[in-house]
């Protein structure tokens, strides 16, 4: 599929979306949820801290209704950055951020994207891996999609989704996961590593989501 049809699916998706949903009841169905405070700062092996909160004028960018971003370090001193944000009403313009559009804001550049395969309970899940690059650095992104007990790398599936669970279930609540770890200057050396890390950790975090993103 050329980038020219693929922009005329997104373009007529996102404008379905947007109608579908602003004609749909404004009273939405919430479920009641743990806020992200309460995930625990000790999982596993991994240990984590806080990062620094997230200044107004990003949150304003971002227009989540709660979100998490801390650095956890594992037994062998490797580190993995998590970053959760969750949306409770996706009608109102507030809609969840592709680290593709984020990331180049921040002076990241995706070098490389492809799916991949983590465990869940519930199996085998297919989410997105990216090498980003600046400057000389780099690092490994794990992300996606997750509303309803549903995992989705696609935007364009996550789109889809919206609208029917609007329409089916009154609800556009949804999240998107992040997990980031150091490749250093060498992607072709540091990236199995990177990626062992950031899959063990993912799949340790994956199994807590429940109780922080209502099914």
């Given amino acids: 599929m050329s980038s020219i049809a693929r922009l005329l699916i997104v373009t007529t998706l996102l404008f379905a979306a947007t109608v579908v949903i602003g004609r749909a009841s404004q009273t939405e169905t919430v ?19 806080p990062d620094a909160p997230f200044p107004q004028h990003v949150l304003d960018v971002l227009g989540v209704d709660d979100y998490l971003s801390r650095t956890y370090f594992g037994a ?35 070098i490389d994207k492809q799916r991949v395969t983590i465990r869940t309970p519930q199996g085998p899940a297919v989410v997105n891996e990216l090498i980003i690059e600046k400057g000389i650095e780099h690092q490994l992104v794990l992300y996606w999609y997750q509303s309803h007990g549903r995992v989705v790398a696609s935007e364009y599936w996550g789109k889809t989704y919206l609208v029917l669970d609007a329409l089916r279930l009154n609800r556009t609540d949804g999240s998107m996961i992040r997990v980031i770890t150091t490749v250093g200057d060498n992607p072709k050396e540091g990236r199995p590593r990177a990626s062992e890390t950031a899959h063990d950790f993912a799949e340790t975090v994956v199994p807590l989501l429940p109780a922080y993103l209502p099914s």
Avoid: V
């Fill in 76 to 110: 062998d001193r490797s580190a993995a950055n998590l970053y959760m944000g969750f949306y409770e009403k996706q009608r109102e313009g507030d809609t969840i951020h592709s680290p593709l559009n984020c990331l180049p804001g921040a002076g990241w550049e995706p």
């Fill in 31 to 49: 479920l009641p949820r743990e806020p992200f405070r309460a995930f625990p700062m000790t999982i596993g092996t991994w240990n984590g801290r």
